[in-house]
């Protein structure tokens, strides 16, 4: 592939650190409601390796690289992932290209607010993007005034649907990997969040899960304040009982009826087909189309309405309906480049015109048992499914100011106790994953087991 412009993006001066994960570091752009997401490396440590990633850096080809394969990212975000968990859902990016003194400038201005664990990566030259940002609503027209303050709640869900391997395991994977952070000292106290309760569409089940992420927020559960956090992991919880308090606009109620009716908003907002245009499915294969319809129709783990946001994650996670153990077999002995799938799934998805996307990636896992062990394809409902278990969410609100309008009827307000809200609802983190994921997941795995067993002892 080729890159067209390798011209410098201009980073505008007042740009905001807005956090990190383990891959990226993502900065915030006020005025043009974007988020830059800059990829991140492992920090060298030795003198050696230091040495020979500088002599690599300074060639062109190197930066050719990493300008390449965040295109194929990308390529695979807006081609692959994106119609997947669907496009009212998931923005439009652009690649963007920082030389080497920006990303030079930027380590050193973003050192002392990147929290210390995090510091073992530093930022990567030629790998850049610019997404819509999530903790804004778009700049559109209401009929009605809005407040001025905009509140977001981040959720990193996790993964809800149990492949039929793993059914046989005491707890889902969420909750016997407490046992594991626990024993590694990376958190004090189990929590009761389940992703399974908050994907089974059942109210009271996604509430409870709800609290539980209110309670112990961990990585999965943030909230944010006109772009700044403002409650999350290690935060005590009165800056939670202040938030809510603000977002409602009152301070009568006890904060038992607060976070109940907060509760209620956020799985309404989880539950709602915000859609403007239905898709009618006229798919040539119904592979998945079928299947997913008899899970539905039987509401077999899940009773989520179609076309909600937990759905559409959700449906992609159910890909991998195997389990890691199938694919860590077919993944046996083979040599395989850690992306080479990527770049041929957006081949074989463009050669296939008719058929919906569920169903191609579906079918390449399917093929027959002689190709399969040639074929690397046969790998890609795993790695499609584990983006959509690692994936975060983003609602976005802003409370409506005028009572008794006519207008509520649109389909992104929804009603409280305390006042109508306006919300957008957004999901992100949908690179691509290596093929060494499946490695590292089967790793993973056994300790939690190991940790399990222990602790039952
Ligand atoms: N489009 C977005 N809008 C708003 N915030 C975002 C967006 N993308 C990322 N973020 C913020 O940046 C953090 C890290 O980004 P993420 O894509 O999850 O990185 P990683 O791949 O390292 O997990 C997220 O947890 C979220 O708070
Ligand atoms: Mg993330
Ligand atoms: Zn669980
Ligand atoms: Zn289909």
Not at 48 to 55: D, K, M, P
Not at 80 to 89: A, E, H, S, W
Not at 136 to 152: K, W
Not at 298 to 321: A, H, W, Y
């Amino acid at each position: 592939m080729f890159i067209s412009s390798t011209e410098e993006f201009k980073i505008p001066p007042n740009w905001v650190y807005r956090g990190e994960g383990n891959c990226n570091v993502v900065l915030s752009l006020p005025n043009e409601r974007k988020i830059l997401r800059i990829r991140k490396t492992k920090r060298t440590t030795s003198l050696l390796s230091w040495l020979l990633n500088w002599i690599t850096d300074i060639l062109y080809w190197y930066c050719g690289n990493a300008l390449n394969e965040e295109l194929r990212d990308l390529t695979f975000y807006k081609k692959i992932i994106r119609p997947l968990i669907g496009i009212n859902f998931v923005c439009d990016a652009e690649q963007v290209f920082l030389s080497r003194k920006q990303i030079k400038v930027l380590e050193d201005e973003l050192a002392h607010q990147r929290p210390g664990y995090r510091k073992n990566k530093s930022l990567q030259y030629g790998r850049a993007a610019l997404f819509d940002d999530y903790a804004l609503l778009p700049d559109e027209f209401y009929p009605f005034p809005l407040s001025n303050n905009t509140y977001a709640i981040e959720i990193k869900p996790k993964q809800g649907w149990i492949p039929f391997s793993e059914k046989h395991l005491p707890k889902c994977t969420f909750c016997l990997n407490q046992y594991v952070k626990k024993e590694n000292g990376q958190i004090n106290s189990i929590s009761s969040y389940c992703p399974v309760d908050l994907f089974s569409g059942e109210p009271s089940r996604m509430v409870s899960a709800l609290k539980a992420l209110i309670d112990s927020p961990q990585n999965n559960f943030k909230v944010f304040k006109n772009g700044e956090l403002y409650y999350g992991e290690n935060c005590e919880i009165e800056l939670f009982k202040n938030f809510i308090a603000e977002f409602f606009r009152t301070e009568r109620e006890t904060y038992e009826t607060l976070v109940r009716e907060f509760c209620v908003l956020v799985k309404q907002c989880l539950l709602t087909n915000f859609a403007t245009i239905e898709k009618t499915n006229n798919c040539n294969m119904k592979l998945f189309c079928e299947w997913n319809k008899i899970i539905q129709e039987n509401s077999f783990q899940t009773k989520l309405p179609k076309g909600c946001v937990l759905e559409r994650i959700l449906s992609v996670q159910m890909l991998d309906v195997e389990g890691n153990q199938y694919y860590y077999k077919l993944l046996a002995k083979k040599k395989l480049g850690e992306y080479d799938y990527v770049k041929e799934l957006v081949k074989e998805v463009s050669r296939r015109p008719g058929t919906c996307l569920k169903c191609i990636v579906m079918m390449l896992g399917n093929i027959d048992e002689k190709i399969m062990r040639e074929n690397h394809l046969v790998l890609v409902p795993y790695l499609i499914s584990a983006i959509a278990k690692d994936c975060s969410l983003m609602l976005t609100f802003k409370k409506v100011m005028e009572v008794n309008s006519d207008n509520y009827g649109m389909k992104n307000v929804i009603s409280t106790k305390f006042g109508d809200y306006v919300v957008n609802v957004g999901v992100f983190d949908l690179y691509p994953k290596p093929v060494s994921t499946i490695l590292k997941h089967r790793k993973k795995m056994k300790k939690i087991l190991e940790t399990w067993a222990k602790n039952e002892a």
